[in-house]
C-alpha cells in the first residue's frame, strides 16, 4: 500500500516539475516562475489530492488505548468543494478517507479504515504567481474503523477540532494547480460503537493527531480571471 501511494505521488510530481521545464524562459524573456499569472475569483473551486498519513496518540488514557493499536501508517485520499470568494481567500468542505495498515494488536487479515469530515478556510499568499503557497485552516468530524478478521466492527468517532494545511500550487493556468502538501490535525474520539451498534461514551478520552504528506490538485470554474492590481496600477503610469 505504501509503495503504490509513494508511486502515485512521485508520477503526479514528475508531471507538474515537466510542465514548469517545458514553459520555462516564455513570456517575453522572463522564466516560467517569474511571470504573473490571472487568478480566479468568485469561482467553484474543486482540489482532490492522495497522501501518506499517520496517526499518533491516544484515543483513551491507558497503556493499550494508543492510535496505533488499531491502525498504522496508511494512504489517504482527499476532496473538496468550495467558493473562491476572491484571489486570496476560499471557503467550503472537504473530506477524507483512509486506508491503515494493520495496528499493533491485530493480524494482517484484520484492517482499520478512517474518515473525516471537514468545514475549511483557504488562504492564498501569491495568488498572481505561478507559484502559490497557500495555507487551510479547518474543524470537523473524524471516523476510525477497526475492522477485525473475525469478529464486530468497532467506530471511534469524536470532533477533529483542528486541522492545519500547508501547500504550494504550481499554477499551469488561471484554474489549474497542482503541488505538494502537508498537514495534521487534533482530534478527540468521544464515542465507539460495536456490538449491538449502540454508541458508547469512551471513558477519558484523549487528544490525538493524524498527519499527512502528498500531492494535491485545484480546479476553478466560473467566476472570473482577474490581474493582478499593482501590475494594473504601474502601466497606468
Known sequence: MRRTMLIGCAAVAVTA???LALGAESDVGKSYLEQQELAPSQAFELTAGMNYTQGFGQFQKGNANNINDIANAGVGFD?????RINPMVSLGVDGQYQEFST??????????RGAA?????TVHFSPYRRLDPWLKVASGYRLLWQVPAIGVTTLYHGFDIAKVQAGLDIRSAPGVAIGPMIGADMNVFFWDRGAGGANTAIADPRLNT?????????????GV?????????????
Open 17 to 19: 516539475f515537466a510542465s
Open 79 to 83: 476532496v473538496g468543494a468550495g467558493y
Open 103 to 112: 495496528g499493533r494488536t491485530f493480524d494482517s487479515q484484520s484492517s482499520a
Open 117 to 121: 469530515f471537514d468545514v475549511d478556510a
Open 210 to 222: 493524524f498527519v499527512y504528506a502528498g500531492i494535491q490538485g485545484r480546479f476553478d470554474a466560473g
Open 225 to 237: 480571471n482577474v490581474q493582478n492590481p499593482s501590475t494594473t496600477l504601474a502601466r497606468a503610469f
